[in-house]
Every structure is written in C-alpha cells, then in structure tokens.
C-alpha cells in the first residue's frame, strides 16, 4: 500500500487551524495512524484507528477519514506542533508511511 | 514507565556486520510485537522489521531480507538486530518501537535512535 500526503510543506501562523491529508493506494478501512516528529526526535503516536487519540494527545488533533481518504487536523496550532506528520497505514505487512507533511511557521 | 534504551550504532564497511539492541523496560517484552523502523538521513520513516509477541514469527522488509536478523532475549528484556552484509542504502537512524495493544504494527513507544553509519 502506497501511502500519499499532501502538502509536502504547510505554512501556517500560531492559533491557525492546519490540515493535512493522507491518501491510501488502495482501500485500508480505518487501520491509519498519525505520528508526529520533532527534530531530533523519535516519532510520536498521535492518532490511530484513523480517528483515536493516542494516550495524553491533546484534543486539538483530530484524525477523520476511512477507506483511502484521511485527514489529520489542528484546531489552533500551538508553538510546540511545528514539526514534520508522517501517515501510515497500519493493517498489514509492510506498514508504510506517507512521505511526511512539514507544518512550518 | 515504558523505556527503550538502544546501543550498537556506529560506522562500519560495506559488507560489515553491526548488532543493534533495545533494551526494554516497563512492560514484558514477550507479550508485545516490537519493530525497527529506520530513516535515512532527510528521509521518511521504513518499518524494516517485526518480530510478534508469544511466539509469533517474524517479517521483514525485501530491502532487508536475508540480510537482517530480528530477535529477542526474554531473559535480558532486549530486542536485537542483527545487520549482515551492509550497503551503503543501509546509512540510517534506527529505531526500535513498541507495538500497541491495538496491533501490532501501531508504536507507541519509541527508542531514542541509533545511527548507523555504512561507508569505506
């Protein structure tokens, strides 16, 4: 399953609301999870199950989506989530990721 | 509280062997699916391979197949990749990650990273 995101790089101003979007090759249900990194840092489980929040994420991030269509949103970006999402699906062997999303100031 | 402490980066030659362990704590190792995953430098992320909980087997990645071996030792809590036959496409910080409750291929938990440098 090829993992696609769009965009490459996001733009956008503390307190803005940010959107990422994920798209599956092929159908993977909800089996889609969200991960954030930070520079120098290892990933983080944000979402799962296209829509769950991983263990003490805040509620500003929201997942949505199903079948090869997903959404990973922001509400109102603090300082500290300026950093690059990956995407992935997490049905099957291999389990792939997207090729990440840049949320930059 | 869950912790994965990783050692055995480092440079080694094309054609070399390196051994990666994660040595795990807070939680027993044998009833959770535990994967590397690794990133090449300014790349994305590559799940290259998993090892299940119990007695489930193992899976790899075909960039890595017959190469690279996944194992654990219950006794030391320690998960383990063995790299064989290394390419310069295996420069990389690996990690090892801790699969969820949810499944096996979700990962929750994270080691720090451990570069592993291939060059002459």
């Known amino acids: 399953v090829v993992m696609t995101q769009s965009p490459a790089t996001l733009s956008v101003s503390p307190g803005e609301r940010a959107t990422v979007s994920c798209r599956a090759s092929?159908?993977?249900?909800?089996?889609l999870a969200w991960y954030q990194q930070k520079p120098g840092q290892a990933p983080r489980l944000l979402i799962y199950?296209?829509?769950t929040r991983a263990t003490a994420i805040p509620t500003r991030f929201s997942g949505s989506g199903s079948g090869t269509e997903f959404t990973l949103t922001i509400s109102s970006l603090q300082s500290e989530d300026f950093a690059v999402y990956y995407c992935?699906?997490?049905?099957?062997?291999?389990?792939?990721f997207g090729q990440g999303t840049k949320v930059e100031i | 509280e869950v912790q994965l402490l990783g050692s055995g980066g480092g440079l080694e030659q094309p054609g070399g062997s390196l051994r990666l362990s994660c040595a795990a704590s807070?939680?027993?190792?044998?009833?959770?699916?535990m994967t590397w995953v690794r990133q090449a430098p300014g790349k994305g992320l590559e799940c290259i391979s998993t090892?299940?909980?119990?007695?489930?087997?193992?899976l790899y990645a075909d960039s890595v197949k017959g190469r690279f071996t996944i194992s654990r030792d219950i006794s030391k809590s320690t998960l383990f990749l063995q790299m064989n036959t290394l390419r310069a496409e295996d420069t990389a910080i690996y990690y090892c990650?801790?699969?969820?409750?949810?499944?096996?291929?979700?990962?929750?938990?994270w080691g720090q990273g451990m570069l592993v440098t291939v060059s002459s």
């Open positions: 990650a801790k699969g969820h409750s949810s499944g096996w291929f979700l990962f929750d938990y």
């Open positions: 092929q159908s993977i249900s909800s089996n």
């Open positions: 090892i299940g909980a119990g007695v489930s087997g193992t």
């Open positions: 992935q699906h997490s049905a099957s062997w291999p389990a792939t």
């Open positions: 199950g296209a829509s």
């Open positions: 807070g939680f027993t190792l044998s009833s959770f699916a």
